[in-house]
Structure formats: structure tokens, C-alpha cells
């Protein structure tokens, strides 16, 4: 295994339970005591986790893991809730996309959809995310808008004052969130609160607001709430999402769509 795919490794694991062993982690991955050590030296000078006696834990309360290092985790839902949230979109629609894995994914399957492989524009997409705006502009038949702002290292999207002042003077047919939670009570959340300030502004300005997030998104809070649950239309998911679950966003007026 490569240092790479370690560190994602890693980083995902400390993630999902808060604190690492050296030992229990050189045990996950195969690889000797030694070894993680050295890992867990490298990514705490990058900032990425903190060294503890014997092992590490995530940076902070608010722990987010970059962008690059995410895009693994429930791939195979991301694909499959992107290529349903896509098929939401009409042609000649203009399309909000805010950052996040899942969001790249829709972006990449509007991108293959062969109703959208030409007109002039086939799509307008207006978007803070730096990486969704690179894909997206080799294809001559979407107009990209990119908001401006500054730009933050772990989910490359554009956030601050420049962001919300091409906001405020344009409107699109559908927004579709990334988000890090959605709770029938606590809304649509996200880590940091200027993304979601960008977010929440994206929603205002949308017909309709479609949330794409797999099920370990669903019923959990976060820091920074993007909008209030009855400002989402649609809902798109995986299959395991459970039926409690379905029926108390249906109950708020949320349509869920399970992929």
C-alpha cells in the first residue's frame, strides 16, 4: 500500500471514530507499528490529525477532511444518488451546484448526459466550487458562472462577500446541496458557516432546492445550518436509508427519492 492510500486510509478511519491506536490502526492496514508512526507524524505537520500518546485524533471538533481525501467514502451511492439527482434537470435549466463529492459526481453525470451534448447554452451552471467549475468548462455547450470569493483549501469552494454579490443578482431553476447533515428538525447543515452562508443564498435564489446526500448524512446535526428543512423540495438518497426516516421528511413535505 502506498503512503497515499494509507493516509486516506487514516484519515477515514479517524474520521468515523474519533481516535486511532497505533497498534489498532497498523492492524486495519497491515503494515507495521513503525509505519503508522511515521504516517501519523506526516499528516499531524500537515495539520490533518493530532498526535496523541500511543496514537491520534482528529483535529478538532469540527474535524472536515479535504476534499481529495473524501471522495472515496460511499462512492457508489454518490454515483448512483448523482446520476438521479441529474435526472432532475431539463435541458436549458440553469443549475446550482455547491461544493462536496456528491455534488461533483451530479456534475459529472450532467456532463455524460447525451440530451445535454449540445446547445447553446445546454445547461447554465452556476457554481462556488472551484474543482466542479474546472470539469465542467471544456464542455462548449454549458455556460459556467463562477461566484468569485475566496477559497478554502478543503472543499475548494469560493465563500465571502465577492460570492454573495454575484448571488444576490441572479436566479436559477435548481439548487442542489452538498451537505454534511440533513434533520427533519435542524435542516440542512454544513461544517463551516461561510459555506454555508454561500449555500444558504444559492437556495434563496432557486425555484426549486434539491438536497443529494447518502444516508449516513440523514438525521444528523452539524455546526452551520444552510437552510430549514421545509426550503428543500426534493431529497435524494440511497437505499438504506430507513423507512422512519423516509416518512418523517415526507411528513415535512420533502419528496425522498432512494437510489
Known sequence: MSRDARWKALLELLVERGRLDVEEAAA???VSAATIRRDFDGLAEQQMLVRTRGGAVVHGVSYELPLRYKTARHASEKQRIARAVADLVSPGE????TGGTTTTEVARALAVRADLASGSPALTVVTNALNIANELAVRPQFKIVVTGGVARPSSYELVGPLADGVLGQITVDVAVLG????????GAAAHDEAEAAVNRLLCERA?????A?????LGRRAFARICATEA????VTDTAVDEGTVRRFAEAGVRVVAV
Do not use: I, P, Q, Y
Open 94 to 97: 440553469t443549475v446550482g451546484l
Open 232 to 235: 428543500v423540495d426534493t431529497l
Open 179 to 186: 451537505v454534511v447533515a440533513f434533520d427533519v428538525r435542524h
Open 213 to 217: 446526500a447518502d444516508s449516513s448524512k
Open 207 to 211: 425555484e426549486r432546492v434539491v438536497v
Open 28 to 30: 486495519e492496514l497491515s
